[in-house]
Every structure is written in C-alpha cells, then in structure tokens.
C-alpha cells in the first residue's frame, strides 16, 4: 500500500543540507566515522582546513577508510588496505603499486559537498545527484564579540524527522509540553522555509515536562523566570528539512539578553535521528552576562528541546490526524516538507 506521504516510505531521506558536526570537533588531521542517511561515511579536515565527506567503504575491495584510523595525506585520504589515494571529491589520484589507474575507479567514490559557516558543518543529501542549493542563511552576530562559541548538546533517539519538523507550526503544545503562555504566534511559508513568530510567557503553575537526567534544578530556574516576568520574543526558521534556526530576545528584571539557537535533527537510518539543539547569546546592556548565567541558560534550552523528545521518543505518526481550529497549519506544513522527498522538479 502506497503511504500517505513520500516521507513515510521506508529508505527515504530528505534531499537537502544536514549539519553532521560543528567545527571544533574536527581538528585539522583528524578523522571521524559517521553513520547517516543508512551509510557508512568518513568525515576528515585535511592539511588546508577543508572539511571533507565520503563514502566510507573503498571501491577497491571495501576496506573502511577509517580502519586503524585511517590515512590522511594532505588533503587526500589513502585505503589502509591497499594504499588506494582519493581526493576530497572521490576521485582515485594514486594506486601506490598500479602503472595506471583504471578508469571506472576514478569516480568510483562518493564526495558528499559539504557547506562549513557558523560554527558548524553541514552535508548535502540527495539521492538523484543534484547540485546544492544555497538556502542555508547567515548568522550575523556569530564570532563577533562577546557571543562565544556554539553550547550544544546531542542525542540520538528513536524517532521520524517528520515527527520533530511538525513542532514549527505546533501552537498548542507550548502550554502543556513547555509551561508558557501563548501571547501571539504566527507561521508563515516560503518555497525553502518556514516561520515562527511568537511571543510567550512563563507561567506559574503552569504543567511541563521535566526531562530526566538533568544537572540542575529545572523547575527552580523556570520559577524563577517567572518570577522575573520573563517574556520571550523571537523568530524560529526551518530552512530546508532539518535545520532550524531561532533568534530571539529575553526581557526581565534581572537580565536582557539576545540568543541564536540552531536546532539540527540528522537521519542515522529509518529508526533513529540525531537531534541537537545549540545555543550562543550576548548581553542586550553594557554589562556582560554573567559566565555562569549563559551556562544555566545553555543547559535551560538543551532541556527545553528535551521537553519535546520525551513525546518524539514514544509518539507514532498519525497520517490522517483528527485536528481542530485551535491546532497550527499542519497539513499545510506536511505538503510543504513533502517536496523534499519528492524527484526534483526541472
């Protein structure tokens, strides 16, 4: 039976960019093992800085590229196995012990493009082969003064990429999931992205989920937001299927402040994503924030984005779901992520 959406069919993956890693977990000479996308990868930064993804497995007799830690000379990486030498587009550029390379082992490599800004480096997927597409914005206050590095956390869980995309256009779960209050909310479509504008509150009282495993005291640092009459206003923007950005500006008797967030969900195969929300902010005043409050708020959005995977972890995906007037445009939202698993259109 056909399924109702391309993006329910087992083996399909959304055509577009994947942040994989940020960039200070790829050390120049280093090199990695991936798994996305129900592949095996490598993921390496040569002599010159250049981030680099291919295919793991050596078109010669399948060796991992990784295998004893692998090979890397200058920009290239060579097979343990063989010595088979590859560039970072998958091109063979030396067989140590051949008079001449063959000719159907000269692309025989997958090079993956790979986009690094931001902090944070990002793959391109799509199974027909076309080009990239340059969808993926600019943070403006990343790297400028003040604002630090990215504080991410990262997990794996088992669930859809459908499943956590949907949240951008999901009003009525603030209360119940997250504990604010709704002041304004709107999402608006665009061929490439999708936006949230909202304005909330945290409420006393209010119920939420508490995700287990925390460091700290959540339910005492949202009390005290509230108690400070905290009020966010900010923009969240899917642009493509899986990268999410949100930035947004906090108000309160103790302290203002602006934020950027990336929320990034990757496809390790049909069953599990690798989800990970990131967090850099600065002081709206002279006063710089505190070292210690930026960790709190850190840690406070990692588990804000834990709310939600306690309901991803053990949800099913309702393809014909009975929906209200109170609820987001979420028909409108699932045709709209539907083109990314469609053929491209010419």
């Given amino acids: ?110 090079g993956w493009p790979v986009l690094e800004k931001d902090g944070y480096i990002a793959v391109w997927h799509d199974p027909e082969g076309n080009p990239p597409e340059d969808y993926l914005p600019d943070i403006p206050d990343w790297g400028q003064a003040g604002w630090g590095d990215w504080h991410f956390h990262r997990s794996r869980i088992r669930a859809q990429p459908c499943d956590v995309i949907e949240n951008i256009v999901d009003v009525a779960h603030f209360a119940h999931v997250h504990g604010g209050e709704v002041q304004s909310f709107e999402a608006s479509f665009t061929d490439r992205t999708v936006t949230q504008r909202s304005r909330v509150r945290q409420t006393a009282g209010a119920r939420r989920i508490i995700p287990p495993g925390l460091a700290f005291d959540f339910a005492a640092s949202t009390a005290e937001a509230v108690a400070a009459g905290s009020e966010v206003t900010g923009e969240a923007t899917y642009h493509g299927p899986a990268i999410m950005t949100y930035c947004a500006e906090s108000r309160s008797e103790l302290v203002s402040f602006r934020t950027w967030w990336v929320n990034w969900h990757t496809p390790v195969n049909d069953d599990e994503v690798d989800l990970c929300s990131a967090v850099i902010l600065a002081s709206l005043t002279d006063e710089p924030l505190p070292a210690e409050f930026v960790e709190l708020y850190a840690n406070t959005a990692h588990a804000a984005f834990g709310q939600d995977v306690e309901i991803w972890k053990d949800k099913i995906y309702q393809a014909d779901p009975i929906l209200c007037d109170g609820d987001g445009p979420v028909n409108k939202l699932r045709r709209w992520y539907e083109q990314y698993y469609l053929p491209l259109r010419s």
């Fill in 1 to 110: 039976m056909q399924p109702a959406y391309a993006f329910l069919a087992p083996g399909q993956f959304a055509r577009g960019w994947h942040i994989v890693r940020f960039s200070r977990e790829l050390a120049t000479g280093e090199l990695q093992r991936l798994h996305y996308f129900g592949r095996d990868l490598v993921l390496y930064r040569g002599e010159s800085g250049r981030a680099v993804v291919l295919d793991a497995h050596c078109p010669h007799l399948g060796a991992h590229l990784a295998s004893d830690g692998g090979r890397l000379i200058g920009d290239n990486i060579a097979c343990p196995f063989h010595g088979w030498t590859f560039d970072p587009e998958g091109r063979c550029v030396d067989i140590p012990y051949a008079k001449r390379i063959p000719e159907r082992a000269r692309h025989a490599l997958r």
